[in-house]
């Protein structure tokens, strides 16, 4: 039996839940029941995202764990929340899955459990990608969406992404020259 996080029972339920879905995710997802509604996925989010920003936030003093630490765990929930939008949109209209956005967000959130280890320098980065692939397998196990498909929708997020700051940057870089600015040469070699 698996024991999903509830926000009703942290303590029994925070860690075996993390273990379970680092150790064994597609079993874990296949398994997790439909999201109704968004309390336990926040409670568990703004857990994953409190434990690296207040060790962080030690070694940086007081003035970060009051001001740094709640402005980073809101903006991590703010963008948790809109990547599980585009997550349930996309597959709602590509895929043609009831996949909601609650559904979505508990798919995130649970696929978070590797942001609890990205306070350190180099698993930072390991850590992302492994959220991504934990975030995908609950596409593909949770809400039953193809791995191509699930694969096609992060990525097209990304390249949407990459695109749209293409596109700032030379905007930015036209309206710069034609106010007048001086745009600094770059010698690459």
């Not at 997790?32 to 857990?47: D, F, T």
């Not at 949770?142 to 905007?171: D, E, K, T």
Request: positive net charge.
């Amino acid at each position: 039996m698996q024991t999903y996080f509830s926000s009703g029972r942290i303590g029994e339920t925070l860690i075996p839940a993390f273990k379970a879905v680092m150790t064994s995710p597609s079993t874990y997802f296949e398994a997790m029941p439909i999201a109704h509604n968004y309390k336990s996925s926040m409670v568990l989010l703004a857990i994953y995202l409190l434990i690296p920003a207040l060790i962080i936030s030690v070694f940086r003093g007081v003035a970060t764990i009051i001001f740094i630490v709640p402005i980073s765990v809101l903006i991590g929930i703010i963008g948790t929340w809109l990547w599980a939008w585009y997550l349930g949109w996309a597959a709602r209209a590509f895929c043609r899955v009831q996949l909601t956005t609650v559904d979505a967000f508990q798919i995130c959130a649970f696929g978070a459990a590797p942001l609890v280890f990205s306070f350190v320098p180099v698993f930072g980065a390991v850590a992302f990608f492994w959220n991504l692939y934990l975030n995908w397998q609950g596409l593909v196990s949770h809400a039953r969406l193809g791995g191509g498909a699930a694969l096609l929708i992060i990525l097209a997020a990304f390249v949407i992404l990459g695109a749209s700051l293409l596109l700032l940057i030379s905007l930015l870089v036209y309206l710069a020259s034609q106010a007048g600015m001086n745009i600094p040469e770059v010698q690459w070699f």
